[in-house]
């Protein structure tokens, strides 16, 4: 009840400032947006947690309910300023990704897990890049494409509707506590999935400029190999740096972590690496190279993650462009739907290649229907670049997001329930997990 | 004495191990003026942590008014007088001074006075104490308590900014207390019903920056408001107050330092800031001797004609009063932010070098 009452008083407090303020005061709304969603989305995860949905799934409720596409009381500027904390969030997701990969642990059964993921990836594009093909001109995007200018724009629109979220996948087994072969299988086929799209993408895109006769004088390989492997040296070397902080100095963990993953995502942006990767390879370092730091680093998360995030997905939320469902509508869920499809029949092919046959990995496909940042931020660059049909595209993806975003945590929490896998994480609990209620870590 | 032998205010805002003007130069290096680390762009993004640092500061200070020695009364009583005396020779001598040299302002003459006057009547709690002074914890917390006055009289010179479209003065003090208070409200209902220590400092985070955004939003002072969500936790029922001390000692030292960071990258060398730096500095040594004497009347504890001496550094209140007329008045907001920067750098040393006198 008194949070309850606290949740009304932040929002009606809100809401009053929105309906008072001065137009220049939009300039001034990041703290007040930050407030709102710290107070207001905690609040409203914790009631997802309590109906049995993943927290992350109240935060974006929260901030779609609120935000500018229903209630208002986050209006547009207020969640554009929210973004503030994207790299951030971002980074530190995927610094805890790879403080969770001990490789020693997982050397057993890196085949399987290559083995399910690369079919399973190598399918889900397939189908996709067939089904968009085949319903090109009813997707509404350029019907008048022909030839090689069809088949450009089909592969581009496969990769991103191919794409996963590794960011919401993590977060949902950071915040269940999850732990297990089945986590461990998820989590790595969306981290390959993450690598395969930035070259896929990549790719693809050199071909579309040279197909629309837009391509710049750019080294294409050079360009590939300088965003992946760059990533990962950096990473690398920031994340050798971190474990040598912790060694012997090991002080104020949790704002060094929080300070060390504004610097990744600050050198990532400036030098056009990959910030998700630089920060997956900064924390497998960190736990493979000097695991009892990496100890230490989970302690601080703890401590420093949790803010970061609940804005991050109350941004993620009041961003969300149910305009764009409500525009596209059938086309939207049909597309979602063969996605889901794709996804669906490539992870059981993945996991016959791979020789399983249990009921647990039958559920892989649950783990890789969200879509979020990475595949928002292609998007922007394929809008960027195509005005026009880009634009169209960027319709259509935003509806997607909108519905995948909403549905895939929730699908992936059910699978790592069902696996029983929640809740199974050793040590103290890291990153966006709050303390878990007794009936909270049985789910 | 050393420039370094300090010890911390009652209220803990001194900004770790050493003083404000290190802090201040070494902003002054990182901004758009030296090396453009904090260039112009890094530092409006930081604008949204200023305020919250703004309301967090202003929530010490309200925490800090609860009657904590026999002499409370007389003791807040010679802080009012003391500031007062401040406030009002600098508040006055900035206004003739400005208005006699025909000073060119883009912001209402009687704003940028008034703040460089209640920027003036803060003080930074005998930041070069050896703790020798006879009734220093009385001295202390009247330097803690000398804050208020400066607040208050900031937050309404804030009704100067907006008189055409109507902003009344009652409403710029009214409306930042009101939002403190529906912050205070906000945390009661939340800090005691945390399940651990994560959710906690979530909360506690978003109460400080509804505070400091709201308030920011609402184009009134966020230092007032925290004041008022201070004042609300620590006189209703319950612990609130204590967990947000507990919460707000683990990330005070990073708040205040951003704030003196900030003033230093802002700090500009134009004839405005270094006009109003004279003001400052010399009023406000006057206003400091005369209202520290005429308050050591008031508590009869303190070493007399000391306690102005002992209050002479502005400390971080000073910065922060003047941040926060440069949100509602950037341009002339800056040079008043300059001339406090200035004006701290000199009485620190003026403090270092002034240390009251052992009793005998």
Request: charge should be neutral.
């Amino acid at each position: 009840m008194a949070r309850a009452a606290a949740l009304l008083v932040a929002l009606v407090l809100a809401w009053l400032l929105g309906q008072t303020a001065a137009p220049e005061a939009a300039f001034r709304s990041t703290a007040l947006a930050i407030g709102v969603a710290l107070v207001a989305a905690a609040l409203v995860g914790r009631i997802a947690e309590r109906i049995g949905l993943p927290r992350v799934t109240g935060y974006l409720v929260f901030g779609l309910l609120c935000g500018p596409s229903i209630a208002n009381i986050i209006t547009r500027p207020m969640a554009r300023e929210l973004q503030i904390v994207n790299g951030l969030a971002v980074t530190l997701i995927a610094f805890v990704a790879g403080l969770e990969m001990n490789l020693r642990r997982l050397a057993p059964r890196l085949t399987v897990i290559a083995r399910v993921g690369g079919v399973t990836i190598l399918l889900t594009y397939l189908m996709i890049f067939v089904a968009v093909w085949t319903a090109w001109p009813w997707l509404r995007i350029a019907p008048g494409f022909t030839g090689i200018h069809r088949l450009a724009a089909s592969a581009l629109l496969t990769a991103l509707v191919a794409s996963f979220s590794p960011t919401v996948s993590i977060a949902i087994v950071a915040e269940a506590r999850a732990a297990g072969p089945f986590t461990e299988l998820t989590l790595a086929i969306v981290i390959l999935a993450d690598l395969v799209l930035i070259l896929a993408f990549t790719l693809i895109m050199q071909f579309v400029r040279v197909t629309f006769g837009t391509a710049a004088h750019v080294s294409l390989f050079a360009g590939v190999t300088w965003e992946i492997f760059g990533s990962f040296a950096f990473g690398a070397l920031a994340g050798g740096v971190l474990a040598l902080y912790l060694a012997h100095i090991g002080r104020e963990v949790a704002i060094v972590v929080l300070g060390f993953c504004v610097v990744i995502a600050g050198v990532a942006e400036h030098f056009q690496l990959e910030p998700l990767m630089a920060a997956l390879a900064a924390g497998l370092v960190v736990e493979n190279l000097a695991p009892s730091a990496g100890d230490v680093v989970k302690e601080g998360v703890e401590r420093s993650a949790l803010p970061v995030l609940v804005v991050f997905f109350a941004a993620a939320g009041a961003s969300l462009q149910l305009d764009a469902l409500a525009t596209l509508g059938w086309i939207a869920l049909g597309v979602a739907a063969a996605r889901t499809g794709a996804i669906w029949i490539s992870a059981r092919l993945g996991r016959a290649a791979a020789g399983l046959s249990d009921e647990v990995t039958a559920m892989t496909w649950m783990a890789l229907v969200s879509q979020a940042g990475v595949t928002l931020g292609l998007t922007l660059i394929v809008a960027a670049e195509f005005p026009g049909w880009g634009t169209t595209i960027e319709t259509l993806m935003l509806a997607l997001i909108a519905l995948h975003q909403l549905i895939g945590p929730v699908l992936y929490r059910a699978a790592l329930a069902r696996a029983g896998e929640i809740g199974r994480q050793a040590g103290t609990p890291t990153a966006l997990m709050m303390p878990q209620s007794p009936s909270g870590a049985a789910r | 004495m050393t420039l370094f032998a300090r010890r911390s205010a009652a209220l803990g805002l001194s900004p770790a191990i050493v003083p404000v003007s290190t802090w201040l130069v070494l902003g002054f290096a990182l901004g758009p003026r030296v090396l453009d680390v904090l260039s112009s762009d890094a530092l409006a993004h930081l604008d949204a942590a200023v305020s919250v640092a703004l309301g967090t500061l202003g929530v010490f200070v309200g925490l800090a008014l609860v009657p904590r020695a026999r002499n409370a009364v007389p003791i807040l009583g010679a802080a009012l007088v003391e500031s007062g005396f401040a406030v009002a020779i600098v508040s006055a001598a900035a206004a003739f001074l400005l208005a006699a040299r025909h000073v060119p302002l883009t912001s209402p003459l009687p704003l940028i006075a008034i703040s460089l006057g209640a920027a003036a009547g803060a003080s930074g709690a005998g930041a070069f104490s050896q703790g020798n002074l006879l009734g220093e914890d009385h001295a202390m917390h009247i330097a803690d308590l000398d804050d208020v006055l400066p607040i208050a009289v900031a937050a309404l010179a804030a009704g100067f900014v907006d008189q055409q479209s109507g902003v009344s003065w009652i409403a710029a003090v009214a409306e930042p207390i009101a939002i403190g208070a529906a912050c205070g409200t906000i945390g009661l209902l939340l800090f005691e019903r945390t399940t651990g220590e994560a959710e906690r400092a979530v909360f506690v985070l978003g109460v400080l920056a509804l505070i400091g955004g709201a308030c920011a939003f609402a184009g009134v002072s966020p230092l007032l408001g925290g004041v008022s969500a201070g004042l609300f936790w620590r006189n209703v029922p319950g612990r609130a107050d204590t967990v947000i001390l507990d919460d707000l000692r683990k990330f005070q030292h990073p708040l205040v330092v951003l704030l003196v960071v900030v003033a230093g990258a802002q700090t500009i060398l134009d004839p405005l800031p270094l006009f109003l730096f004279a003001i400052f500095v010399v009023f406000r040594l006057t206003g400091k001797v005369i209202g520290g004497a005429a308050a050591a009347r008031m508590v009869p504890t303190l070493a007399g004609e000391a306690l102005g001496a002992y209050l002479v550094s502005p400390g971080v209140m000073g910065i922060a009063i003047a941040l926060n007329l440069q949100q509602i008045a950037p341009s002339d907001g800056r040079a008043v932010v300059s001339a406090i920067a200035f004006g701290t750098l000199v009485f620190e040393v003026v403090s270092a070098l002034v240390v009251p006198a052992e009793p005998a």
